[in-house]
């Protein structure tokens, strides 16, 4: 019975992570960015986007099985659990939200197209394709993108912040961190 039981818990907890496609104990992103997304699709919830947040776990999960469990963190301390009620569920709030996180998860799947050789398989929707990437233009991409990507980063932390989504404490720390990267 132990030897069965053994297996069991062998097979469940190998098939938790067997879609990944980072599967280091490394993570891609920012741990506290990571809890932050999983606070704000717990908020998302709330607000009713079940389907988003369900979505963006797979993806998530599909990609970095770390980063998943930080994101999974941040849900816990969201505001979808216990007795706690979504605030601020207008529909410029949330597709600013829904932004944010697609931008996250893009650049997840940046991270791991990277760490992986460049070649995933990246899904969107329910489309799958190969795509071979080329780390020179990835790099130039880079380049290009670091000055809008520290803007984008700055402006989506303070619409976090005045939305309540994180604490002035979250809000400082994460805010000297990017200007930081410049």
Do not use: H, P
């Amino acid at each position: 019975m132990k030897n069965f039981f053994a297996i069991i818990v062998f097979l469940f907890s190998s098939s938790l992570f067997a879609e990944a496609k980072y599967t280091s104990k490394e993570i891609l992103m920012d741990k506290q960015w990571s809890i932050i997304v999983g606070k704000n699709l717990s908020w998302l919830s709330s607000c009713g986007e079940r389907g988003f947040k369900k979505n963006m776990l797979a993806e998530i999960k599909s990609l970095s099985k770390y980063d998943y469990k930080n994101i999974r963190k941040g849900i816990s301390r969201g505001t979808g659990t216990g007795n706690k009620v979504a605030i601020g569920c207008s529909s410029s709030n949330i597709n600013e939200t829904k932004g944010w996180i697609d931008d996250y998860v893009y650049e997840l799947s940046r991270l791991v197209n990277f760490n992986t050789g460049g070649q995933i398989t990246e899904t969107q929707g329910n489309n799958s394709k190969k795509k071979n990437t080329d780390e020179s233009n990835n790099n130039i991409n880079n380049n290009i993108s670091n000055n809008n990507s520290i803007e984008s980063k700055l402006k989506k932390l303070k619409s976090l912040f005045d939305q309540k989504l994180i604490t002035q404490e979250e809000y400082d720390k994460k805010r000297k961190e990017i200007l930081n990267e410049m």
